[in-house]
Structures are given as structure tokens and as C-alpha cells.
């Protein structure tokens, strides 16, 4: 039976229409292109193009889709050796197993919890030695902060090996003032329902290169030849994005800047709120850059706070708060068993650290002041009433 008195359910990151949506569907409805191409489409591609600064962006039916893309268009093998940030999304890697590569996972810094240059050079200099360089590396910004590119683009330049960026997460941020997502060969945003603006389900692969975008559109449309029959001579996708859900894209799109100054503010009140609670750390922003602040995730130092992520999650639980730990690494999932893992150094494993202490609080851009103020409450409450364990 349902309890009654539960009280609201506060989710993680929900989607948040800006109500300009349903014109762009209806411009849809009222010219029939119910389709996977049509004008929102080609616009919604033009206006993210714009807006982040890259020349040419081909929407599709997701960030995962537009990473298969990007790997198909940077012609890795079977059994070619594809690097990825470990601390991430599943979807990061699935794509290199989709080609039949190997993937290797690289671990996280400290500074910014992605990408280690430190240990992505090791990796690459053990690659040189086996004669087996990576075809490319894949570079997560991880719940919006930018990995440290120009460390990672020199090392990966030295080596002329491309570098996807997948910034399904950071869409909105910047790196040196330049957009997150536009500094390798390719980039790639995601409009899940959970991310920092949605089409429910989407997602965009962006690059500068507009000659491999054309043959991504080609690839992602069944690879159809030009010729008035149906021909083909290389195995394609059906990953476009609809006209309907591209509509929905432009209207959130307007409102994206409105979307991270929320998540922002959103991050702000905990840590204010927050960090005199001892072993509270948040996650660092580096300088010179601008995370939109997707998720705000800290870590807890157990030793220091008396309580683990653990405990904290079950009694945000029971408060129906909905708050989740960070990714496990990949290099830990039973799907990657036996891959080949490089962590920042001889003793220091930062993504695994980050996994057993880390945890992200319900960010989204239409959470109420109330609603923080109830997760605020919860945690104040646990730390208050939590019997510190007595170690003698
Ligand atoms: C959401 C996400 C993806 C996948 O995007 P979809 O649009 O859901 O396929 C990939 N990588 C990261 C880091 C993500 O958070």
C-alpha cells in the first residue's frame, strides 16, 4: 500500500521544459515532417553549432549512438586498442565493444576527478613499446567539469592520436572560455532525460571537420548510396534524430544558459550549507574553467565524518530523496573484466577512491528552494543524530 504521508519524491536531475517546446512540435505537426530529417532537425543542428562555437553538429538518436559514429568514423578495427576515461557512464565504452576493440582504461586526477594525463602518458608510452597505439582516446567530462585538455591534447598530439570528447554531461560548460566538447576531432552531447537539457532522448556529434559529419548524416541514415534504387555498400545505422524531438531540442536550447546558472545556484546552497559537516569535500572545478554543475557531487571522507555514502544514501532514501553514488568504474565492472587499467600512479587508484566515497545530490534545474532545503535538512539531520563508531 502506498504510505500517504510519504512526502514528495525529489529525483536526482528531471527534465525541465521551458514551455516554448510544444510550438516547435506543433510547426512539426502543422507541416507533417514527422520524420527522422526535416527543418527542426537541420536548425536545431545550426543553432548547437552556433551556440558552443564548432562548425558543423549532426543531431541523432543519442550521445551513445553519436560515439558509435564517431568511432566508426575514425575507422577503428577489430581489436584495435581504443583509450576511455575509466570513471564514467557505461555508455562511454559500449560503443568501442560494438566496433569489436579493446578498450583501456584510463583513471582519474584529483584536480578534476577525469581524465589523469599522468596516467594516460604512461599508457601511451607502454602502447609505443607493445607497437599498439591507440586508434583513439576517449576523454569524459564528468557531471560537467572539463577534463585538463591541454595536458591530455599534447600527450595525445605527441602520439597524432584523435581524441573524442564525450560531453554528454557538459554540454554548457567551458574550458578556457572555450565550450566543453570542442576540442577534439570530435565531441558529443547527449539529451537524455536526465541531462542538463533533453529531447527525452537524443543526442549531437559536433566537429570541425565538416566532410566527416556529412558521412556520419550518411552512416546514421542505413548508409544509403546515391542512386535512385536502394543501394548500399557499407553497413549503416538508423540513428537519426526525429523532427519532433529535434523541436524539443531548440526550445531547450534557448534556455540552456537559464539551466546552468540553476544547477550553479544549486551547487552554491550545498556547499554553504554543507561544508562545515567534517570529511565533506566537493568536487573541485578547476581554474580558468566552468562546470554547468550537472550533478553536484562531494565526497566523504568516512574516517573523518563518523558515516559512509552508504548510510547517507539509505536515509536520503527513506526521506524519498533520490541521490545516487558516482559511476563505478569501468575498469571494475564485471562487462570489462580483464581489460587493461592505468591508474594516476604507483598509489594513488582516484576513480575507485571516488566511487567508495563519492556521491552526487538531487541537482536538477526545477528542484524548488523547499525541495533543497528538505535534502539539506536530511543531511544535517543524519550527520546530528549519526552514532559516531567509537574506536576503542
Ligand atoms: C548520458 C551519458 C552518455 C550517453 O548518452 P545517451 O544519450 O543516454 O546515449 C554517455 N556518456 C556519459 C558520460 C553520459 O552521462
Not at 560503443?95 to 578534476?112: C, H, K, Q, R, W
Not at 550533478?295 to 530523496?321: D, P
Request: proline share 4%; hydrophobic share 40%; aromatic share 10%.
Amino acid at each position: 500500500m502506498m504510505d500517504i504521508n510519504q512526502r514528495k519524491r525529489i529525483f536526482l536531475s528531471s527534465p525541465h521544459m521551458s514551455g516554448n517546446e510544444q510550438k516547435y512540435i506543433n510547426e512539426a505537426f502543422t507541416t507533417n515532417w514527422i520524420a527522422p530529417l526535416g527543418p527542426n532537425v537541420d536548425a536545431f543542428e545550426r543553432e548547437l553549432a552556433a551556440y558552443i562555437g564548432s562548425k558543423d553538429a549532426a543531431a541523432v538518436s543519442s550521445g551513445t549512438a553519436a560515439i558509435h559514429l564517431a568511432l566508426r568514423l575514425l575507422d577503428i578495427q577489430k581489436e584495435d586498442k581504443v583509450f576511455c576515461s575509466s570513471l564514467t557512464f557505461v555508455a562511454s565504452a559500449n560503443p568501442i565493444l560494438y566496433m569489436g576493440a579493446e578498450p583501456v582504461f584510463i583513471d582519474s586526477e584529483p584536480e578534476t576527478w577525469n581524465m589523469s594525463p599522468q596516467a594516460l602518458e604512461r599508457a601511451l608510452a607502454d602502447a609505443v613499446k607493445e607497437g599498439e597505439i591507440p586508434k583513439a582516446v576517449i576523454v569524459v567530462h564528468l557531471y560537467g567539469q572539463s577534463a585538463n585538455m591541454d595536458e591530455i591534447l599534447s600527450i595525445c598530439n605527441q602520439y597524432e592520436v584523435p581524441v573524442i570528447e564525450d560531453a554528454a554531461e557538459s554540454l554548457g560548460s567551458t574550458y578556457k572560455g572555450k565550450a566543453s566538447g570542442t576540442f577534439g576531432r570530435f565531441g558529443v552531447y547527449s539529451f537524455n532525460g536526465n541531462k542538463i537539457i533533453t529531447t527525452s532522448g537524443g543526442g549531437m556529434l559536433v566537429s570541425d571537420d565538416t566532410e566527416a559529419l556529412a558521412k556520419a548524416r550518411f552512416l546514421a541514415t542505413q548508409a544509403r548510396d546515391l542512386a535512385p534504387h536502394y543501394q548500399h555498400s557499407t553497413e549503416g545505422y538508423n540513428y537519426r534524430m526525429s523532427n519532433i524531438l529535434a523541436g524539443v531540442g531548440r526550445a531547450q536550447l534557448e534556455v540552456l544558459e537559464d539551466r546552468v546558472r540553476a544547477r550553479r545556484l544549486i551547487f552554491q546552497r550545498y556547499c554553504q550549507e554543507l561544508a562545515s559537516i567534517p570529511g565533506i569535500q566537493f568536487m573541485p572545478e578547476l581554474e580558468n574553467t566552468s562546470s554547468n554543475r550537472w550533478l553536484t557531487a562531494l565526497t566523504i571522507n568516512e574516517k573523518i565524518s563518523g558515516f559512509s555514502v552508504c548510510s547517507l544514501l539509505k536515509s536520503l532514501a527513506e526521506e524519498n530523496i533520490e541521490a545516487r553514488p558516482v559511476w563505478k568504474p569501468l575498469h571494475m565492472q564485471p562487462l570489462f573484466e580483464g581489460k587493461s587499467y592505468y591508474s594516476h600512479n604507483e598509489f594513488e587508484n582516484v576513480s575507485e577512491q571516488l566511487f567508495h566515497s563519492g556521491i552526487c545530490l538531487p541537482s536538477a534545474s526545477n528542484m524548488t528552494e523547499e525541495d533543497q532545503a528538505r535534502v539539506i535538512e536530511c543531511i544535517k539531520k543524519f550527520y546530528a543524530t549519526y552514532e559516531i563508531p567509537s574506536f576503542f
